[in-house]
């Protein structure tokens, strides 16, 4: 039969239309999911399950672990949980009920049946790595996420906590432990930073965000308190200082940090991730320091203005 017409076009039509449908669908779907708001996180059910009692902010929750049973020192200084060594879970609310990060501290006899069971639990790793060098004992920090119904999550981010306590046959957090020696003129720190710590057993410290980073985990804003944060803390004397902490810095701005780290005589102990999903692309470092505090202070602020340039430059032109 003959038609005054090709079939051709209506036919590639057909087949494009079919083709396309599912992706139609996805986007569909996506933008649902955008358009809905994400309900408020429960942290009754999550102190509830957990047993931990943990800090709102923002519509976020955090529980914590300081590592209390671990007697560490690097270079005749004991490092304690307001230095770095307290495990954290935080939880944020999105479209399925909460996404989870965490940073959990293990000892090498604890990675092995912790890291099985995160993978048991159906979380991710994105991330093991150390915070210290000639410490001892030796620790490594296991970064963990997830995402799913809150109770689930609070569920799930107990079980791995357990573990670390049922392979260290002890609560973590039981015992409890004394202030560090600290004589340092905390007024010149903060000038000399632009910021204001905070102290806690000994140890002044600095948390210090990214306002201008807009960033984003699985399409979920990861905010200061989630841990996208660059912190320094001090512990010491002023002429005898310590400072470990973390820088946060876009992929452009990592050479810069660590030259003007090193340059000032503070060793760069770790650079890496801590997420595997990130947009924009996310790197962090982690630094220690001994010697003047002022000294080891204007290291760090020499750090500092290297992160946060680019958006800067781009206001003026």
């Known amino acids: 039969m003959k038609y005054g017409f090709s079939l051709k076009p209506i036919l590639l039509l057909v087949i494009f239309s079919l083709f396309m449908q599912p992706c139609f669908a996805q986007q569909n779907e996506k933008g649902k999911m955008k358009n809905e708001k994400n309900q408020p996180i429960d942290t009754a059910i999550i102190q509830s399950i957990t047993g931990i009692k943990g800090k709102s902010n923002n519509g976020e929750y955090k529980i914590t672990v300081p590592q209390n049973d671990l007697n560490i020192e690097v270079d005749g200084f004991r490092i304690i949980p307001p230095m770095g ?17 965490g940073d959990i501290i293990l000892t090498e006899s604890d990675l092995k049946p912790v890291q099985q069971e995160v993978i048991k639990q159906g979380l991710t790793i994105t991330a093991i790595h150390n ?21 689930d999550m609070a569920k799930k981010a107990k079980a791995v906590l357990d573990k670390v306590a049922e392979s260290r046959g002890h609560n ?40 201008d980073v807009m960033l984003k985990e699985h399409e979920v804003t990861v905010s200061t308190f989630f841990g996208f ?6 512990q010491g004397t002023a002429d005898h200082a310590a400072v470990a902490g ?13 030259k003007a780290l090193v340059e000032n005589g503070i060793e760069v102990v770790a650079v890496h991730n801590h997420m595997v999903h990130e947009q ?28 946060g340039k680019i958006k800067s430059k781009m206001k003026g032109m």
Not at 229 to 234: C, E, G, L, S
């Open 280 to 307: 924009p692309r996310i790197f962090f470092l982690h630094y220690w320091g001994v010697g003047n505090a002022e000294q080891l202070a204007n290291g760090l602020k020499a750090a500092l203005n290297q992160t």
């Open 172 to 211: 973590p957090s039981a015992s409890s432990v004394a202030d560090v020696p600290y004589s340092i003129d905390s007024k010149k720190l903060d000038d000399i930073l632009g910021y204001k710590g905070e102290m806690s057993k000994g140890v002044y410290k600095y948390t210090i965000g990214r306002p």
């Open 229 to 234: 944060n660059t912190w320094a803390a001090f």
């Open 85 to 101: 060594l307290g495990t954290w879970i935080a939880f944020t609310p999105s479209h399925d009920g909460a996404m989870i990060m």
């Open 131 to 151: 915070h210290f060098v000639r410490n001892h004992p030796n620790v490594v920090y296991m970064h963990i996420g997830g995402s799913g119904k809150t109770e």
């Open 246 to 258: 973390d820088f946060t810095m876009l992929e452009n701005e990592v050479a810069d940090v660590i």
